[in-house]
């Protein structure tokens, strides 16, 4: 019989991360005064060895044995051929992906909260602050703080803290604190309450929350940590597609398509970057980041200089951003409610190597349960999102009647958002896109900050 799964041994773990500031140009961050910033002004949020991390333009970063020895617990992940999904739909495509729902929090976010709460400690830091949106971060990183003896304290955004109770539950197993943003325990939250009392909030309030409570005490031993966006973040993640990559060569394939579903970017840069690298080496391969029609922010949003952050406090990051006050509407893929989106991946986009996608919230449930039938894993309403999009490419495939390699990236499962998946079997969810005079509106906060230059490798 074919093999389904393909596993790597724990030897064959990849030791070392890729890091795609080797390959391709940047714009730097910018302070409040428009000038680039330097490592020093970041001190007082990140550790040292993570800030290092964040500018290094080394391609290849060895992976601590203490990193290591932790992912171990759940890495290498399966790399699985979905032999059940490409029978339901009839298509010729091969389609693979990379499991990311067998760590301990059900997500791929513990792959870069491991190697931050290390380095963290390595650093002397004894607490970490964070925010979260749908919980799985929070968790992951409340799990990561529990394998290292760190403190924890997650700012989880009001709408998911509402609908989602069971992560902060997780949280607290893991002896994590778990609190609903905006909260008045900081200057940023007091003020997005005041404006309005029943904010769902956004990811932007919360990191803004995170940030002030880490850079605010006193002990000078509390950093902030982000699970996402930020280059050392998308560095970590690239384990996956390492991983990926020597599965693949195993079976003797190579991807013609690779999809991640994209909040700030971290999963799809995962899976995607190694593979960006033999793109930019001459290699054809299309790439495409998928994000929800609520929170359009690579489809419909400019690559502009903006915050990360609601109340102001990061540097001005080159990115895709729909503005930093832009709060999205409430749709169930929690994950994927974030304003801006990593500069390495819109750097990318803006060089044309990968291509952005947008899918509505009721297409990604239907390709959920598509998949939960035929393949059994039931996905994180996140992930649904990259999954619509396979369909939709295995289907083109059916009709050109091509065996294309499709590899995509199940960034987790979905066992704590059934909440959603309850409501979409009652007809209770809909359609949620943004009209283009609402992106405008949301686009004014940042006209006047400076402009970043178009780029381009090589
Ligand atoms: C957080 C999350 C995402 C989105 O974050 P990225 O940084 O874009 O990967 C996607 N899928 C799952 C399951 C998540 O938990």
């Given at each position: 019989m074919a093999s389904k799964k393909i596993f790597l041994s724990e030897d064959e773990i990849p030791r070392q991360w890729y890091n795609i500031l080797a390959d391709i140009k940047m714009n730097p961050p910018l302070g409040p005064d428009g000038n680039p910033i330097g490592p020093d002004s970041l001190a007082p949020v990140f550790p040292m060895n993570l800030i290092e991390q964040e500018v290094s333009t080394e391609r290849w970063i060895t992976i601590p044995d203490e990193v290591l020895d932790v992912l171990t617990?759940?890495?290498?992940?399966p790399l699985v051929r979905a032999r059940g999904l490409e029978k339901a739909l009839g298509t010729p495509a091969h389609i693979y992906y990379?499991?990311?729902?067998?760590?301990p929090p059900g997500s791929h976010k513990p792959n870069t909260a491991v190697a931050q709460a290390y380095y963290n400690k390595e650093f002397g830091i004894k607490k970490i602050t964070t925010e979260t949106g749908a919980g799985q971060w929070g968790s992951a990183l409340a799990y990561a703080c529990a394998q290292f003896g760190l403190e924890c304290k997650v700012f989880m955004v009001r709408v998911s803290f509402d609908q989602k109770p069971y992560r902060k539950t997780m949280m607290a197993a893991w002896g994590g604190i778990c609190i609903p943003s905006p909260s008045d325990q900081t200057k940023a939250g007091r003020e997005a309450l005041a404006k309005d009392p029943d904010t769902p909030g956004s990811l932007g309030i919360a990191i803004s929350e995170a940030i002030e409570s880490a850079v605010t005490d006193e002990t000078g031993q509390t950093r902030y940590s982000l699970g996402s966006v930020l280059n050392h973040v998308m560095l970590h993640q690239t384990i996956i597609g390492l991983e990926a990559k020597k599965q693949l060569e195993k079976v003797g394939e190579y991807p013609d398509i690779i999809i991640g579903c994209a909040g700030g970017g971290s999963n799809f840069a995962g899976l995607s970057f190694p593979f960006v690298y033999d793109k930019i080496n001459g290699r054809q391969i299309d790439i495409y980041p998928v994000e929800p029609m609520g929170c359009p922010t690579m489809t419909k949003a400019p690559f502009v200089y903006d915050h990360g952050d609601t109340a102001r406090y990061t540097p001005l990051l080159p990115m895709h951003s729909l503005g930093h006050a832009f709060v999205p509407p409430p749709f169930h893929a929690g994950g994927l409610r974030y304003h801006g989106m990593a500069p390495t991946v819109s750097q990318l986009i803006c060089e044309g190597v990968i291509e952005p996608r947008s899918v509505s919230q009721l297409k990604t449930f239907e390709a959920g349960i598509t998949f939960a039938r035929s393949e059994g894993i039931i996905p994180a309403p996140e992930s649904n999102h990259a999954i619509a999009a396979v369909i939709e490419e295995a289907n083109k495939a059916r009709e050109e009647g091509r065996e294309k390699v499709i590899l995509f990236n199940l960034s987790g499962h979905g066992l704590l958002d059934l909440n959603g998946y309850e409501r979409f079997f009652a007809g209770e969810l809909s359609d949620i896109a943004l009209s283009d005079d609402e992106i405008k509106a949301a686009e004014?906060?940042?006209?006047e900050f400076p402009k970043p230059q178009v780029l381009k490798h090589g």
């Open positions: 617990v759940w890495r290498p992940s990379k499991n990311e729902s067998v760590s004014t906060v940042f006209a």
